[in-house]
């Protein structure tokens, strides 16, 4: 029987791991697979996935589909059975495509959960390994370290300075200081139980283990699970579409209601203008803008999600191409994140050179210039004390060496190997008695160890941490060691050790001092390959590339003139600097800075918030817990996916799954490249909406018959735009477009250009397609049947022709190949091809009032709906005019000025 969860804290240690029956060394493999037969994976239940009858019904919630499904109904009152059917097959069309694609997004999202996974260290059969979080089981031994997530409810048998944030559960913003050895009352409150930590709370600070005592809906998150919504994540874009589209309707309905009364003025019968009202609003109200801006944002997240870069948040996609600057971390980001240690300096100013690369256990240690060649024993206990302060794990698998655990503490292990000392000799000969885990805040780690010969401490970290712990010598030898290899790019640790005094018996900050300064490890980290291309396309995209670290200055620099040879130098700014400056001289400070070194992780925030009270619009990279805050406070956030705490990832709109920051730079491309589509399908939803109300206003005014009966209305708007809106969503991305700036992030979709084009376009079609009207039905005396029925040809062609003409609103289609959106020419090809035959089946041509027509009338019908192309073509190159005009005016000007200048010397 194992503990209940209300009484467990109340329970001693060795109590708790005997009602869990479970030990130091965890679970055997066998026990866990039990468990999880008996309690069930750890796992919330998903919140219940609609169905597509629920998807359906959501389609059918929609007031233009009340409307026609309205009109349907006083078809039938009517006896206009033809129309009441067709009316209701044009409802049944539309609910059937706009719930595929909810299904295939609700597909999507489902898809990027199993992402986004989280994988807790434990202990099962004597073996720390990671694991799926859906298999931890009652009884597992889990590790708990500042930036991860609790996996399951957990009664704490060890912390070391551990804080959990718990306002998940309790509201309380600040954290929650944790202690294994506390009993508390039975009546005690959640908040007040500090010997436990519960599912779903992120560590913020130190170091802790657990025996997981409730899993899934048993765990305190899993009881008020259902309490638990999520927020309205819809993109703002998309809310500002939806409201565009309600007043659009508005406003259409209002015409529609005019136009009726004129055709009420006009003696025509009721019913006639009823469905002549309905069907012009339906088809002219842009009802498929959001749901075709919401496929173009899920295209985006997709292709996003094939370039590493996995979207937590849609709006993010629509805000990652308005970004202005991109403050990133140095480390793991533009460089690999596999250190190596290259270079030794000793106190006395030797320097060696570290032979081997990344895990390579051997290469010797070889004195470069002149310094104690005889160094081996000062190395060794340097390489010791960077093994002993560490958390990493060195373990073989069928003779290939694997790593776990932080960057820097891997590469202390290797050292550690070339110099002969195993990890397993280690453990065998020092036995750890105490330790300060390392905390960015305090930039250094310590261990206790004792042996046969006593005890020994051991310290790494930041040398301006480490050195005024220690008793130094010659500090310009010490600082000119320091100095050379920062300025090589190296990334500097410095170490020290002492030993341990009868009256302590255990670790404090305040107690190391006096120690014995032991030299400087020079780390390497190399640049990823694809790091300097990636910034180069940034810069060239007029984005601002701002690298914040935590190493030296020097270092930073170094790093930065090798990704790019012309950063300037003279724009670093350090922590300790920021410290000294305030108010406007901090704000211009890191206005003008370019690296922002040696930087605590309260001052990251600093510098983001201060960026955009400048006007940037700003995207932050960050991996660990202490990032959480800037990554909050960012227009974007992205955190690591590789090496990124689970407390980065909760906090940041994107994750970059390789860690690279050339993704960075590939989802700012996909995200500007959505917003190209997006406006793509505005211009051809918007310019179609003008032509159709422009034909029937001035066909009334002038008091001719409708150029189209309701139902042609309402078949043009399902042959034409039924699938070609979404398939502009897949247009691939414009040439130039990692060469422009970046768009201004308050910029509306509906600027100057969008509406000069959807005027331009709209207006012409217009006049055209009364033109045609008026001239088969008045001047060629044309059967009223007859010139609709050209004139719905005309239409249909010209919607076709002119979704081309959105392919881009730049560049000549005859320049954009067709293999580039295979969708849009297909979706093309079958709404003309739907239409010409639907000319020639009896059924359709009884429905729609259509007809055969002869070769010389389609001829010319598709002639004169092409001319559109050319109007389209012109638009762009006289778009593209105004500065080549302006910039040859100039030069006149200055011409003219020049022999103005030149006559009156002469005079």
């Not at 849609?314 to 533009?334: N, Q, R």
């Not at 300064?517 to 007029?542: K, M, N, T, Y």
């Not at 022709?801 to 079958?830: D, G």
């Not at 200048?901 to 005079?907: E, K, L, P, V």
Request: charged share 20%; proline share 4%; net charge negative.
């Amino acid at each position: 029987m194992l503990s209940s969860p209300t009484t467990i804290h109340t329970e001693t240690i060795d109590a708790a791991f005997k009602s869990l029956n479970t030990n130091s060394g965890g679970l055997s493999e066998t026990e866990a697979i039990r468990r999880i037969e008996e309690f069930g994976l750890n796992e919330l239940p998903d919140p219940e996935c609609p169905t597509r009858i629920s998807i359906i019904l959501r389609q059918l919630n929609n007031p233009l589909t009340y409307i026609l499904l309205f009109a349907a109904t006083v078809s039938f009152v009517l006896k206009e059975q033809t129309d009441g059917f067709f009316i209701c097959a044009v409802v049944i069309i539309n609910v059937s495509v706009g719930a595929f694609q909810e299904w295939r997004a609700e597909a999507s999202a489902a898809s990027l959960k199993k992402t986004l996974q989280i994988f807790p260290t434990i202990i099962r059969a004597g073996t720390r390994r990671t694991i799926e979080l859906n298999k931890i089981v009652p009884g597992d031994i889990v590790h708990l370290e500042s930036g991860s997530m609790v996996p399951a409810d957990m009664r704490l048998v060890s912390t070391h300075d551990l804080k959990a944030d718990e306002s998940l559960l309790t509201g309380e913003s600040l954290p929650v200081e944790k202690n294994s050895k506390v009993i508390c009352p039975v009546t005690s409150a959640i908040g007040d139980r500090r010997n436990l930590a519960f599912a779903g709370t992120m560590i913020v600070a130190g170091r802790g283990i657990g025996i997981a005592y409730a899993t899934g809906e048993k765990s305190q998150i899993g009881e008020i699970a259902t309490q638990l919504g999520e927020r309205d994540m819809r993109p703002p874009l998309l809310i500002r579409m939806e409201r565009f589209s309600n007043r659009i309707g508005v406003l259409i309905v209002s015409i529609a209601i005019a136009l009726g009364l004129l055709q009420l003025y006009q003696n025509v019968p009721l019913e006639s203008v009823f469905l002549l009202a309905v069907a012009l609003s339906v088809s002219a109200i842009p009802e498929g803008l959001p749901v075709a801006i919401t496929v173009a944002l899920s295209v985006a997240s997709s292709r996003m999600g094939q370039r590493n870069v996995i979207v937590r948040r849609l709006p993010a996609v629509e805000a990652l191409g308005s970004c202005t600057i991109i403050a990133t971390d140095k480390t793991g980001t533009l460089t690999a994140n596999q250190l190596t240690a290259k270079r030794i300096a000793l106190p006395d100013g030797s320097l060696f050179e570290i032979e081997g690369e990344g895990l390579e256990l051997e290469g010797a240690a070889k004195l470069l210039g002149v310094g104690n060649g005889d160094a081996k024993a000062a190395i060794d206990e340097l390489a010791l004390v960077g093994a002993l302060t560490n958390e990493g794990d060195l373990k073989w698998t069928d003779g290939v060496v694997e790593a776990r655990g932080d960057s820097v503490d891997i590469a202390f292990l290797v050292l550690a190997e070339k110099r002969g000392l195993s990890s397993a000799d280690l453990n065998n000969t020092f036995r750890h008695s105490d330790s300060i885990p390392y905390e960015p805040a305090n930039g250094f780690s310590s261990s206790l160890h004792v042996n046969s010969e006593g005890g020994i401490i051991s310290v790494k970290g930041a040398p301006e941490i480490i050195l005024p712990m220690c008793k130094i010598g010659d500090t310009k030898v010490i600082d000119g060691a320091l100095l050379g290899l920062t300025k090589k790019g190296f990334r500097v640790i410095a170490l020290a050790a002492g030993q341990l005094r009868e009256s302590q018996c255990q670790l404090e900050k305040s107690s190391l001092a006096g120690l014995r300064f032991l030299g400087f490890v020079g780390l390497i980290d190399p640049l990823r390959s694809e790091a300097p291309d990636a910034v180069r396309i940034a810069r060239a995209a007029g984005l601002d590339i701002r690298m914040i670290t935590g190493d030296h200055p020097e270092t930073a620099m170094a790093i930065a003139s090798k990704l790019d040879p012309s950063w300037p130098e003279d724009t670093v700014l350090t922590g300790t600097e920021m410290d000294r400056l305030e108010g406007d001289d901090l704000r211009q400070a890191i206005e003008k800075a370019s690296i922002y070194a040696r930087v605590e992780p309260t001052q990251k925030t600093i510098i983001v918030r201060s960026l955009q009270d400048a006007g940037h619009f700003v995207a932050v990279t960050g991996d660990g817990v202490n990032d959480a805050p800037a990554l909050k406070a960012a227009h974007v956030g992205v955190a690591m996916g590789a090496c990124g705490t689970d407390v980065a990832r909760a906090a940041s709109d994107l994750i970059i799954s390789d860690d690279n920051f050339a993704s960075i730079v590939s989802g700012i491309e996909e995200g500007r490249a959505s917003y190209d589509n997006i406006r793509k399908i505005v211009w051809l939803l918007i310019s179609t909406a003008i032509t159709e109300v422009v034909i029937f206003a001035m066909a009334l005014v002038i008091g001719l018959p409708i150029p189209l009966t309701p139902v042609q209305i309402l078949w043009l708007n399902l042959v034409t735009e039924g699938i070609q809106d979404v398939a502009l969503a897949c247009e691939g991305k414009e040439q130039d477009l990692m060469r422009r700036n970046p768009r201004r992030p308050k910029e509306p979709i509906f600027n100057r250009q969008m509406i000069e084009q959807c005027l331009v376009i709209g207006g012409y079609i217009s006049v055209v397609g009364f033109g045609l009207f008026y001239w088969l039905y008045v001047e060629l005396g044309y059967d009223v049947e007859l010139a609709r029925n050209l004139v719905l040809l005309f239409l249909v062609s010209f919607n076709n022709f002119h979704t081309l003409n959105c392919r881009s609103e730049t560049r000549s289609i005859f320049s954009i190949p067709l293999r580039n959106n295979p969708l849009l020419i297909w979706s093309v090809i079958a709404a003309q091809s739907i239409h010409i035959v639907a000319m020639q089946v009896p059924f359709f041509q009884e429905l729609l009032d259509v007809n055969v027509v002869s070769i010389g009338e389609w001829g010319a019908m598709i002639g004169l709906a092409a001319t559109v192309l050319v109007v389209g073509e012109l638009y762009k190159l006289l778009r593209s005019r105004p500065l080549w005009k302006h910039e040859l005016g100039s030069a006149v000007g200055m011409m003219r000025s020049i022999e103005q200048s030149a006559d009156r010397g002469r005079n």
